[in-house]
């Protein structure tokens, strides 16, 4: 383990070094990130200026879902897309060779080898928007305890439906539109589930899980749901993640090096 987290801090600082030097990206990335979530709340607003209000959702517990979906922005764009999107670039190129003959595992070298300074304005105004949101609620830290659960096991889920994904380009190679897809799904996030027809629910718990992402760790903060979900979330985070891997190391059966 200790080996492994010195390889995290040389990677990671290596990363943030080079990342530095650009340091007018991060300026135009918060910028970005600040119109996407003005869209949003815009979006979120349009709903409930006439006094409509989702089905036991109020305007700020909404926010709450909103709040959560920016993280998982935030928390794709720092970690998720500048590692998993370079699986593609890997094959493609052949360098998948050289990261398949290093002392640790692939997969843990796909997955964090980089990180990108531009997703953190993402995960300040979701911070904030989710404390603001609290704050109006009156909810105490015990309600925010309680989400980090179920919040970590959507980063998970999260992780594992990209990494699956990004897998699949061993035989397809280029994969790009299957991911914006899988972002296009979780877009659906952005809302509780509840907004959704009865055949869209079931299609974002039992398909493309959406509703683990936002809805399940906002309801948890809120204390709107039995228990029973939340294990139901850690069940599904151990269960994709188990999946990922165990289908990164099928794909490899597939895989022809550049040298062969």
């Known amino acids: 383990m200790q080996r492994y987290l010195k390889v995290l801090r040389l990677f990671w600082s290596a990363a943030i070094a080079s990342e530095m030097e650009y340091r007018i990206n991060f300026i135009i990335a918060a910028v970005s990130s600040l119109g996407n979530l003005v869209g949003s709340l815009?979006?979120?607003?349009?709903?409930?200026?006439t006094g409509y209000t989702f089905t036991g959702w109020s305007w700020d517990a909404a926010l709450i879902i909103l709040g959560i979906f920016t993280l998982l922005q935030g928390f794709s764009a720092t970690f998720l897309a500048p590692n998993l999107n370079r699986i593609v670039r890997h094959v493609q190129e052949g360098t998948l060779d050289?990261?398949?003959?290093?002392?640790?595992?692939?997969?843990?070298?796909?997955?964090?080898?980089?990180?990108?300074?531009?997703?953190i304005p993402d995960l300040i105004f979701g911070l904030l928007i989710i404390g603001y949101a609290g704050k109006k609620l009156g909810l105490g830290i015990d309600k925010y305890l309680l989400g980090i659960l179920p919040l970590a096991c959507g980063l998970v889920i999260l992780?594992?439906?990209?990494?699956?994904?990004?897998?699949?380009?061993?035989?397809?190679?280029?994969?790009?539109?299957?991911?914006?897809v899988l972002k296009g799904f979780l877009e659906a996030g952005r809302y509780p589930i509840s907004a959704y027809p009865a055949t869209y629910r079931l299609f974002f718990t039992f398909i493309v899980p959406v509703v683990f992402l936002t809805t399940v760790p906002a309801q948890i903060i809120l204390g709107q749901i039995q228990f029973t979900w939340l294990i139901g979330t850690v069940f599904l985070a151990i269960l994709l993640f188990f999946i990922s891997t165990q289908f990164w190391r099928f794909a490899l059966r597939f895989y022809t090096s550049a040298s062969s």
Do not use: C, D, M
Request: glycine residues 4%.
């Open 42 to 49: 815009f979006s979120l607003f349009l709903f409930y200026r």
């Open 98 to 119: 050289f990261v398949l003959l290093k002392p640790i595992r692939s997969q843990f070298w796909l997955s964090i080898h980089t990180l990108s300074l531009w997703g």
């Open 159 to 180: 992780y594992s439906l990209w990494f699956i994904l990004g897998a699949t380009s061993i035989w397809f190679v280029k994969i790009y539109n299957l991911t914006e």
